[in-house]
């Protein structure tokens, strides 16, 4: 089983499909680095540094699995992580790979 294709996961069990659980972060930092991305045209934009910025902001954070259904319980709950402590943790992902890019 190839784990490292999203596509290939089976989220399917007793005939329910778990795919619509998802880790409410990785929306969040989806939406803040495309900001970040925006905002800075000095920023290196090609796959890797884009890759290791996104890789190295959701390992800052951790997951915060929800039902597609559940924002709004999650939101209001003790465990929520807003947008201004998850844009903190892309911007320090944005600095470490401008510092030490994975690019040639
Ligand atoms: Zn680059």
């Given at each position: 089983m190839d784990l490292m294709n999203r596509d290939r996961v089976n989220y399917d069990i007793a005939d329910h499909?778990?795919?619509?659980?998802?880790?409410y972060n990785e929306i969040v930092v989806l939406n803040v680095i495309r900001e970040q991305f925006n905002k800075e045209p000095?920023?290196?934009?090609?796959s890797i540094c884009l890759e290791d910025i996104y890789a190295l902001s959701l390992n800052a954070l951790p997951a915060r699995y929800i039902?597609?259904?559940g924002a709004e319980k999650y939101t209001s709950s003790i465990n929520f992580i807003n947008e201004t402590d998850v844009k903190a943790k892309v911007i320090d992902a944005i600095i470490k790979v401008r510092k030490l890019p994975n690019h040639k």
């Open positions: 499909s778990l795919y619509d659980v998802i880790n000095n920023l290196c934009k090609c039902q597609s259904s």
